[in-house]
Nanobody, 126 residues
Framework: VQLQAYGGGLVQAGGSLRLSCAASGRTFSSNAAGWFRQAPGKEREFVVGIRWNFGSTYYADSVKGRFTISRDNGKNTVYLQMNSLKPEDTAVYYC????????????????????WGQGTLVTVSS
């Protein structure tokens, strides 16, 4: 299974972007997915996670109310809609997925996920 993240780019503060994460390879049905990001000189941080079977999401406080995770089952693609972007949102964004069934508290833990995309750069100018 390969995950490919795309949709990053340069946007002005206050603007929006939608990131996509497409799964390819053998038939894959994830039970949980997440987005993480890594800003220059900083560690990778959790952005959002979701358990599909429960429809429960967990957002980092820094993005709550601005970012939304969703998916298109037919396209085997997960999306991250990012609105009201801020310069501090500048980072490489990574998607991740697992076929396991993690508990909600494990969603922010990178070790929860078995598959990772290669990352897509989002730059927000002030």
């Amino acid at each position: 299974v390969q995950l490919q993240a795309y949709g990053g780019g340069l946007v002005q503060a206050g603007g929006s972007l939608r990131l996509s994460c497409a799964a390819s390879g053998r038939t894959f049905s994830s039970n949980a997915a997440g987005w993480f990001r890594q800003a220059p000189g900083k560690e990778r941080e959790f952005v959002v996670g979701i358990r599909w079977n429960f429809g429960s999401t967990y957002y980092a406080d820094s993005v709550k109310g601005r970012f939304t995770i969703s998916r298109d089952n037919g396209k085997n693609t997960v999306y991250l809609q990012m609105n009201s972007l801020k310069p501090e949102d500048t980072a490489v964004y990574y998607c991740a997925a697992t076929a396991r069934r993690p508990i909600a508290s494990m969603l922010p833990n990178p070790a929860t996920y078995d598959y990772w995309g290669q990352g897509t750069l989002v730059t927000v100018s002030s």
